[in-house]
Structures are given as structure tokens and as C-alpha cells.
């Protein structure tokens, strides 16, 4: 880190309300945007996928319980995986007892992983998790939605984050968005990927208002400082 600018408060108090007209200008444009994301259009959900849960199997429009809206967490967690991915458990700690709020809108909110029933289960208890997870495999659901890739090939050539590019991997996470029309069909609302995730986590939000950020840019990749909550000090 270079040395820091030091100046007196009225110095201070001037460059932070000249960022604060471009931090004011960011959240209309953000408004814009998100806008402009309720105005995609719907795409049918014609598949009859099957989940595992806790209370048995249940469709796509089951998981919604009672509510209009579904929001899916893609949670990398592969089939062969014996615990759920870093990155991901962090992503969860954020949106961890956020379901209650959600419902209050008429949005229900979910973790959907490729690997079986048993193993999520046990890690969701591990974690001290709360939220819905459910098991999607045996369907196509993770592979339609664009975050498993099997022996990381990519058949449908989309790649992830629609980049068209090879993936190099086998999981990978996302979030999807879905909508239960009043005939009660589902449709697909929307999906981001990659840093697209950003803005669900409460942890890089706060550090992005320090003086040091994320402090990232020393580091092999940029979440080589996150561990699963529990293996913090444990040399692991």
C-alpha cells in the first residue's frame, strides 16, 4: 500500500462530497439498471425437473412453497464433493436467514447443488445453516442453467456467464431468478454469474467502504484469503 493523502477535515469534507455526487449518480443508474432487469422478458420452464429434499421430491414450482417468486442460489457442490466450496459457503453465511425478509415480499429463496441429499445436509448442519437446500441431481436443471459442466465439457457451447468460452471446470456458481404466472406455469426471470454475485455479499460490500478495500490484488486469485467459517485459524 502506498503512503496515504493526509488532509485537514474541511479537505476531506470536500473530496467526499465530490464522490458523493458520483456515488448519487451510481445509485439512479443502478436504479436504471434494475429497471431495466424486471423488463426482460419470461422464458417458459417446460422441463419437469425433480428434487431431493428434506420433505421428499418436489418439481420446480414446488419449491416456491406458497410464495410468487423463486430465487435459486447455484451452491458448487459437485456430486463427488465431500464439502461445499469456499467461495460459496461465504456467498451463504451473507444470505443465511434472509429467506423470512424475502417472503415478505412473495419471494422464496433457495440453495439448489448436483450433489446428493445426504452429503448437503450434512454440511448445511456443519455450517449451522437454516436456509432451504435442495439436491438437483439426476436432472439437467444445473447443466440447463449454465453452472455444472461433466468432465468439464460444455456441449450446448454457451459457456459460463453466456461467454461462449470454454469452462475449464465442473461447478461453478450463479443465482436464477423465477416467476409463477397466474396458470400456474414457471418462467425463467433471469440468471447472473461471476461477478455478477457481488452484490449478495454483505462481507465484500462492507469491506468496500474501508481505506483498504478487499486487498486482493497481492493474492493468487482473489478469494485465496476465503476458508469455509470454521476452518478460520485452524491452519486448514
Same mark, same amino acid.
Given at each position: 500500500m502506498s503512503s496515504p493523502q493526509i488532509v485537514?477535515? +474541511?479537505?476531506? #469534507?470536500? &473530496? =467526499?462530497?465530490?464522490? /458523493?455526487?458520483?456515488?448519487?449518480a451510481f445509485t439512479r443508474e443502478r436504479d436504471r439498471l434494475s429497471a431495466a432487469r424486471?423488463?426482460?422478458?419470461?422464458?417458459?420452464?417446460?422441463?419437469?425437473?425433480?428434487?431431493?429434499?428434506?420433505?421428499g421430491q418436489k418439481s420446480l414450482s414446488d419449491l416456491f412453497g406458497s410464495q410468487k417468486q423463486l430465487v435459486v442460489y447455484h451452491f458448487m457442490f459437485g456430486e463427488n464433493w465431500e464439502e461445499g466450496c469456499p467461495s460459496c459457503?461465504?456467498?451463504?453465511?451473507?444470505?443465511?436467514?434472509? +429467506?423470512?425478509? #424475502?417472503? &415478505? =415480499?412473495?419471494?422464496? /429463496?433457495?440453495?439448489?447443488?448436483?450433489?446428493?441429499?445426504e452429503k448437503l445436509e450434512a454440511y448445511r448442519t456443519r455450517m449451522g445453516w437454516?436456509?432451504?437446500?435442495?439436491?438437483?441431481?439426476?436432472?439437467?436443471f444445473n447443466n440447463d442453467f449454465g453452472v455444472t459442466f461433466p468432465g468439464k465439457e460444455d456441449p450446448a457451447g454457451r459457456g459460463y456467464n453466456y461467454s461462449g468460452q470454454p469452462v475449464g471446470t465442473e461447478?461453478?456458481?450463479g443465482v436464477s431468478s423465477f416467476i409463477r404466472l397466474e396458470d400456474g406455469r414457471?418462467?425463467?426471470?433471469?440468471?447472473?454469474?461471476?461477478?455478477?454475485?457481488?452484490?449478495?455479499?454483505?462481507?465484500?460490500?462492507?469491506?468496500?467502504?474501508?481505506?483498504?478495500?478487499?486487498h486482493e490484488d497481492d493474492l493468487p486469485y482473489a478469494q485465496a484469503w476465503v476458508k469455509r467459517r470454521d476452518t478460520y485459524g485452524t491452519g486448514d
Open positions: 485537514n477535515r +474541511d479537505q476531506w #469534507l470536500e &473530496a =467526499r462530497k465530490a464522490l /458523493l455526487a458520483k456515488e448519487k424486471r423488463d426482460l422478458p419470461l422464458v417458459l420452464v417446460n422441463e419437469d425437473y425433480v428434487f431431493d429434499t428434506r420433505d459457503s461465504f456467498w451463504a453465511d451473507n444470505y443465511e436467514r434472509l +429467506d423470512v425478509h #424475502l417472503a &415478505a =415480499r412473495d419471494t422464496a /429463496l433457495i440453495s439448489i447443488s448436483s450433489a446428493p441429499l437454516t436456509f432451504d437446500w435442495v439436491s438437483s441431481q439426476g436432472t439437467s461447478e461453478l456458481p414457471v418462467a425463467h426471470s433471469y440468471s447472473t454469474y461471476g461477478r455478477g454475485l457481488d452484490i449478495l455479499n454483505m462481507a465484500y460490500n462492507l469491506l468496500d467502504l474501508t481505506h483498504l478495500g478487499r
